[in-house]
């Protein structure tokens, strides 16, 4: 066989390379610069403590880890640290450990909170993944206004971001 007739074979194995990878973050994100913090906030406390603890209207430190992202404006999904990604276990095939498939989802649930960073009050329309570096399951605090809704669920309303190196 010529060197050419192992070329299309060559492709097929090199295509198939990418198999179980993760996906490619999106873009950087255009949140301002200004929600970056250079060091941890002070006073941060774990994900499932400010739950448990935080009034509505009261200033947090949130300890946590990135979840999920919303890919057309900044807010993104956090979780208690002590929800294990899947994989953290042990031997585990799931393609999207952050999505903690393999764990109790109420758990998951009662585990999570929602940021979102706003602008003079409107809602930032730019994807948060890639900002500084921050991409699933990276630890981050994030300091902010808590809201909660009806049900009890947590909302931050970011002023900034302090993501592990």
Not at 42 to 58: F, I, N, P, Q, T
Not at 117 to 133: C, M, P, S, T, W
Request: with cysteine.
């Amino acid at each position: 066989m010529s060197r050419y007739g192992l070329l299309p074979l060559f492709l097929v194995v090199l295509a198939g390379c990418d198999a179980g990878e993760k996906p490619a973050p999106a873009a950087v994100a255009a949140l301002p610069d200004s929600f970056f913090l250079s060091a941890e906030p002070a006073g941060a406390k774990d994900l499932l403590a400010v739950r448990a603890e935080a009034r509505d209207g009261e200033v947090v430190a949130v300890r946590a880890r990135a979840r999920d992202f919303v890919a057309s404006a900044a807010v993104l999904t956090l979780v208690d640290r002590s929800i294990p990604a899947c994989g953290e276990k042990g031997a585990d095939s799931c393609a999207t450990p952050w999505d903690f498939c393999c764990e109790d989802q109420a758990e998951v649930a009662r585990a999570s909170a929602t940021v979102e960073f706003r602008k003079d009050g409107e809602l930032i329309e730019a994807g948060l993944q890639g900002f500084h570096g921050l991409d699933h399951l990276r630890a981050v605090v994030v300091a902010g206004i808590a809201r909660r809704d009806a049900a009890g669920n947590l909302t931050v309303l970011a002023s900034g971001i302090w993501i592990a190196p």
